[in-house]
């Protein structure tokens, strides 16, 4: 216990991606092109769903929601990453750690809820277009949007203190690229079925719940779209209901299998990989694939942003 104690006071040792200097150059130019294109893309997008009046409706405010939950959770773990890529110190407190944790479960939490919910509109819209302005009020709005924040951060100080009440006496060295809590168990000398159980639990929950029923919306919409849509106008639908289920799975594929699998099943290559998936490149995605193709979208930035400099 005094091996655990000591190692709680001095925190833990990310082990990062690599450490071979040619591919940490190659991963930190990576990753920083990546947080950057995450970063001006749902930014824009949060601009133009301000400064056009058009796009004040209940998708788009869905939007912000998404584009401002991939900005706090991809600034939770990229600058970490970016920092200890390069440097040869890649210590983290404990305090800065459980930090790290918490913002990365309760924005994920968000993430899966409002991604459901942003199911749900296309799915009201498509399905229930006479009844739509009825469903989605903006009382409704802000009533979903208010769940998916507050279920993301409602519990998850729960897995943090249940986490770091562990004591670590195997070793500090966290064989990942952030703290995140599958690795964590690995540390410990102390039967971690009880974590694992309450971890996988949550995630059933929250994750899987929120994953079928982004995917039966998706499924009724694509019913929809078939019987009522001429074929021109079918593939275009198609094509986005197609886009939108590919950044689905690219997100909460990644998630169930990390906080799903059993704890034996674990792979510390894998899982750095699936946590990349969904913690970076999926919130560069989502503002692309949303609503960058959308024309109200392209024209605001076309018109009133392009011809900023000029005022």
């Known amino acids: 216990m005094e091996t655990s104690n000591q190692t709680s006071q001095r925190g833990f040792i990310l082990l990062g991606l690599s450490d071979v200097p040619h591919l940490q150059i190659i991963f930190f130019c990576l990753f920083l092109i990546m947080y950057l294109i995450t970063l001006s893309g749902n930014v824009l997008l949060i601009i133009v769903v301000l400064i056009n009046s058009k796009l004040h409706t209940p998708m788009y405010f869905f939007l912000s929601n998404l584009s401002m939950i991939d900005i706090c959770f991809s600034s939770t773990i990229v600058p970490r990453i970016l920092m200890n890529t390069l440097s040869k110190d890649r210590s983290i407190s404990l305090v800065g750690c459980a930090l790290q944790m918490y913002f990365h479960m309760a924005l994920g939490g968000a993430e899966c809820i409002i991604l459901a919910v942003m199911a749900y509109d296309r799915f009201v819209a498509i399905c229930r277009p006479l009844h739509y302005q009825i469903i989605i009020n903006k009382k409704m ?9 507050g279920v993301g951060f409602g519990g998850v100080s729960v897995h943090v203190t249940l986490t770091f009440q562990l004591p670590f006496c195997k070793s500090h060295h966290v064989n990942h690229f952030f703290c995140e809590m599958p690795p964590f168990f690995k540390l410990s000398c102390k039967d971690t079925r009880f974590n694992e159980i309450v971890m996988f639990v949550a995630a059933l929950i929250v994750v899987l719940f929120a994953f079928f029923l982004t995917l039966i919306s998706y499924i009724r919409i694509i019913s929809t779209i078939f019987k009522t849509i001429s074929a021109q106008g079918r593939d275009k639908a198609f094509s986005t209901c197609a886009s939108h289920l590919t950044v689905v799975s690219m997100y909460f594929g990644p998630s169930i299998f990390m906080y799903l699998k059993p704890h034996s099943a674990q792979s510390p290559k894998i899982d750095r990989v699936m946590s990349i998936v969904y913690t970076v490149v ?18 605001t930035i076309k018109t009133k942003l392009c011809k900023l400099p000029n005022h």
Do not use: E
């Not at 709005?141 to 924040?149: D, E, F, T, V």
């Not at 999926?282 to 024209?299: A, E, F, G, Q």
């Open 282 to 299: 999926t919130p560069m995605l989502n503002p692309i694939i949303y609503s960058m193709r959308n024309k109200d979208v392209k024209n």
């Open 141 to 149: 709005c802000l009533g979903l949007a208010s769940i998916a924040w």
